[in-house]
């Protein structure tokens, strides 16, 4: 597996394309269509106050997110759930800004599970609910059940489309994640294999390589389980 990059660097990277300016024209084509087959969505929407509200609470990117006050935003995310509850931005930036910048930890773990609960195949969530219960709660165990969730549901979701790019950054998240939380608990030979499995999507494998020395060296000391 290898990420995806946004945009060409290399002879390689634009095969299939003329030049660049072909390749970034395709990009803005599929951009127009994706928000062109939103609206779509949002038009078909009951006539009513909730879905006049829907039409202009949409939140698709994290641009200027830390701009806003919380008092505002929020209001904003609980729109967005109620109007589309399997939009999974919101319920991200929901949990992080409740458990995060505003310290209301019990709120953010009612609503990430509000969001697993619409959402039951989504890894990007129980990533969300492990980093509630590590950061918020200080529950590794919890965090680490989550995790191996999260794992599950991704590796689900790669067999059902194998042909189609996959997240690899969130995965190696939830990878180094696992591999982190293991090694903690003294279970150094889950952790090594987590830690393999991760090098090679993970955006700093030199810190990565890191960790395998050290967990190689006290397994040969006798260390772990």
Not at 107 to 117: C, K, N, P, Y
Not at 126 to 136: G, N, R
Not at 196 to 220: M, N, S, T
Request: aromatic share 8%.
């Amino acid at each position: 597996m290898s990420e995806q990059h946004a945009s060409p660097t290399t002879k390689d990277e634009q095969e299939g394309y003329s030049s660049p300016e072909e390749y970034f024209e395709q990009i803005e084509k599929t951009r127009q269509a994706s928000y062109k087959a939103a609206e779509e969505r949002r038009q078909k929407l009951p006539k009513d106050w909730l879905s006049r509200l829907c039409r202009h609470v949409h939140p698709t990117e994290h641009r200027h997110i830390v701009t806003v006050h919380e008092r505002e935003l929020l209001p904003w995310v609980w729109a967005a759930v109620k109007c589309d509850p399997h939009n999974l931005l919101a319920y991200q930036v929901g949990t992080y800004w409740l458990a995060q910048r505003l310290g209301r930890k019990e709120e953010a773990l009612r609503f990430v599970l509000q969001g697993i609960e619409h959402n039951p195949d989504s890894f990007d969530l129980e990533l969300a609910l492990a980093e509630v219960h590590l950061h918020a709660f200080g529950r590794t165990q919890h965090a680490l059940e989550a995790l191996v969730r999260a794992d599950r549901k991704w590796r689900a979701a790669w067999q059902q489309a194998a042909d189609t790019p996959h997240d690899t950054l969130t995965y190696s998240r939830i990878l180094l994640y696992l591999g982190t939380l293991n090694e903690r608990l003294g279970r150094l030979q889950e952790a090594e294999r987590y830690f393999v499995a991760a090098r090679p999507i993970a955006k700093a494998p030199e810190a990565v390589d890191a960790h395998l020395d050290a967990i190689r060296e006290r397994r040969r000391q006798g260390e772990g389980e």
